[in-house]
T-cell receptor, first 114, second 114 residues
């Protein structure tokens, strides 16, 4: 099983450029989320989705956009990249409404904005 | 407000010795789950162990055990017989009942010395 697949693995952007980070899962999980990881701050929730057509904001949503047209895919869009968005991004998925199930993570995307 | 606190940015342990990584949490929800993840230098997030708020016994998984002290709101990870491969970042996370979000602490970097 592929699990959670993120692309690309690395990306360099210029300030003001836009891009989409792709995330796909093949475990039929309803819940998907995006985190960013910064040194000393752990993982912070950007956006999440509880199913196709439903998305909501997490702790740090500004500058990011998401959509969920299918159960499998949950892309994250940077509308106008800023150096403050330099980070490692993780997509995660899990079964919804189940307290004890682990979240499965993608391999991460290391994004640098210059 | 920070809900998960990991007060040890870095820890060192001698190979074959045991080590405890601290985690305290804050919630008013009586139903919650606590998770520990390992992140090696390769970057992936690896699920290690889970403890539910209603679990009567401390969770164990091989060399990993969770010292769960509910009244103190602490969920410390104990790694027995440390191995060089245990060198990694370790994250404590919590999911509250009725909420799919998983919130993370800042992490502890563990280094195992030969």
């Amino acid at each position: 099983n592929a699990g959670v697949t993120q692309t690309p693995k690395f990306q360099v952007l210029k300030t003001g450029q836009s891009m989409t980070l792709q995330c796909a899962q093949d475990m039929n999980h309803e819940y998907m989320s995006w985190y960013r990881q910064d040194p000393g701050m752990g993982l912070r929730l950007i956006h999440y989705s509880v199913g196709a057509g439903i998305t909501d904001q997490g702790e740090v949503p500004n500058g990011y956009n998401v959509s969920r047209s299918t159960t499998e895919d949950f892309p994250l869009r940077l509308l106008s990249a800023a150096p403050s968005q330099t980070s490692v991004y993780f997509c995660a998925s899990s079964f919804q409404g189940s307290l004890n199930t682990e979240a499965f993570f993608g391999q991460g995307t290391r994004l640098t904005v210059v | 407000a920070q809900k998960i606190t990991q007060t040890q940015p870095g820890m060192f342990v001698q190979e074959k010795e045991a080590v405890t990584l601290d985690c305290t949490y804050d919630t008013s929800d009586p139903s919650y789950g606590l998770f520990w993840y390992k992140q090696p230098s390769s970057g992936e997030m690896i699920f290690l162990i889970y403890q539910g708020s209603y679990d009567q016994q401390n969770a164990t998984e091989g060399r990993y055990s969770l010292n769960f002290q509910k009244a103190r709101k602490s969920a410390n990870l104990v790694i027995s017989a440390s191995q060089l491969g245990d060198s990694a970042m370790y994250f404590c996370a919590m999911r509250e009942g009725g909420n799919n979000d998983m919130r993370f602490g800042a992490g502890t970097r563990l280094t195992v010395k030969p």
